[in-house]
Nanobody, 133 residues
Framework: QVQLVESGGGSVQSGGSLRLSCAAT???????????MGWFRQAPGKEREGVAA???????AYVDSVQGRFTISRDNAKNMLYLQMNSLAPEDTAMYHC????????????????????????RGQGTQVTVSS
């Protein structure tokens, strides 16, 4: 079991930056490094969109629309996940959620893409990001 709590959202102007954080609480007998982690977002009236994922081996993947602007990272010692977002645009406005997929293997990549959000069993409540033009 894992509980996820996001923070760091806010309102910025187009071109600005934000850094999202996700704190993971892991149940006993498990380890943060056993989880593939990711971020997805959902804007009002739109479908959920996987944004980025990172394996416990550090391998990363991004949706095309954020490639080169967003950077996902994790600190396995602190059970933390981050999303550095630069060059933000109004179309990035959404509720951002972190998500976890249990692999049971330390130092592993993500076995499923973040585009398959329902496959990530654990998801946080989200933090709102609003970008104005």
């Amino acid at each position: 079991q894992v509980q996820l709590v996001e923070s760091g959202g806010g309102s910025v102007q187009s071109g600005g930056s934000l850094r999202l954080s996700c704190a993971a609480t892991i149940s006993a007998h498990s380890y943060y490094s056993y989880y593939c982690m990711g971020w997805f977002r959902q804007a009002p009236g739109k479908e959920r969109e996987g944004v980025a994922a990172i394996g416990s081996d550090g391998s990363t993947a991004y949706v095309d629309s954020v490639q080169g602007r967003f950077t996902i990272s994790r600190d396995n010692a602190k059970n933390m996940l981050y999303l550095q977002m630069n060059s933000l645009a109004p179309e990035d406005t959404a509720m951002y959620h972190c998500a976890a997929y249990y692999t049971g293997i330390a130092a592993a990549g993500c076995p499923i893409p973040i585009s398959r959000v329902p496959g990530y069993s654990y998801r946080g409540q989200g933090t709102q990001v609003t970008v104005s033009s």
